[in-house]
T-cell receptor, first 116, second 113 residues
Framework: AQSVTQLDSQVPVFEEAPVELRCNYSSSVSVYLFWYVQYPNQGLQLLLK??????LVKGINGFEAEFNKSQTSFHLRKPSVHISDTAEYFC??????????????FGTGTRLTIIP | DAGVTQSPTHLIKTRGQQVTLRCSPK?????VSWYQQALGQGPQFIFQ???????QRGNFPDRFSGHQFPNYSSELNVNALLLGDSALYLCASSLVNGKREQYFGPGTRLTVT
């Protein structure tokens, strides 16, 4: 069975400072990895994904993440955050299948708070 | 192009009652997945429908059931509601053999009293 650990439940960061949100996963097989963002009272929006290829993945809103197979990690980074980045961030994993639409297993989330 | 829509937005039910939640997928999508998000937690996979059949199921009791219609829309039914069923229920749509991108709706907030 696969699982996801987001070590930091809350991360406060000053505006225009860099941020890294940590994600580690556990799986006995190869995986697909995702980061989603959830703004207050809204559903989840896909930030970026890793399926294969380059381990550095760029997403929307200036975010990027790096897949590290040996560390089983997929940390999310942004070089300079804005007030509008205040939200809950979820890391998720799925296991590839022939079906092509695999279920997502989510971490417990990291609340990113931007301090003016 | 409308995204994923869900109804109702909020719902209050009493223990033991039954509830039906509805989801319309993003235009062109053929697969619908349902997730339960308890307060302060990440979403948990309930089940997934494709071609009007349940394709995958998470660790949820049989009180949770679903249906997918020919137009790809879907319903989630929960019987014999428990207080612990209070949560945000999220619907996600996707395309089989596509880019592995699930698009989420805004959710239905269910409160069981």
């Amino acid at each position: 069975a696969q699982s996801v650990t987001q070590l930091d439940s809350q991360v406060p960061v000053f505006e225009e400072a860099p941020v890294e949100l940590r994600c580690n996963y556990s799986s006995s097989v190869s995986v697909y990895l995702f980061w989603y963002v959830q703004y207050p009272n809204q559903g989840l929006q896909l930030l970026l994904k890793y399926l294969s290829g380059s381990t550095l993945v760029k997403g929307i809103n200036g975010f990027e993440a790096e897949f590290n197979k040996s560390q089983t990690s997929f940390h999310l980074r942004k070089p300079s955050v804005h007030i509008s980045d205040t939200a809950e961030y979820f890391c998720a994993v799925s296991e590839p299948s022939n079906f092509g639409n695999e279920k997502l297993t989510f971490g417990t989330g990291t609340r990113l708070t931007i301090i003016p | 192009d409308a995204g994923v829509t869900q109804s109702p937005t909020h719902l209050i039910k009493t223990r033991g009652q039954q509830v039906t939640l509805r989801c319309s997928p993003k235009s062109g999508h053929d697969t619908v997945s349902w997730y339960q998000q308890a307060l302060g937690q990440g979403p948990q996979f309930i089940f997934q429908y494709y071609e009007e059949e349940e394709r995958q199921r998470g660790n949820f009791p049989d009180r949770f059931s679903g249906h997918q219609f020919p137009n790809y829309s879907s319903e989630l039914n929960v019987n014999a509601l428990l207080l612990g069923d209070s949560a945000l229920y999220l619907c996600a749509s996707s395309l089989v053999n596509g880019k592995r991108e699930q698009y989420f709706g805004p959710g239905t907030r269910l409160t069981v009293t």
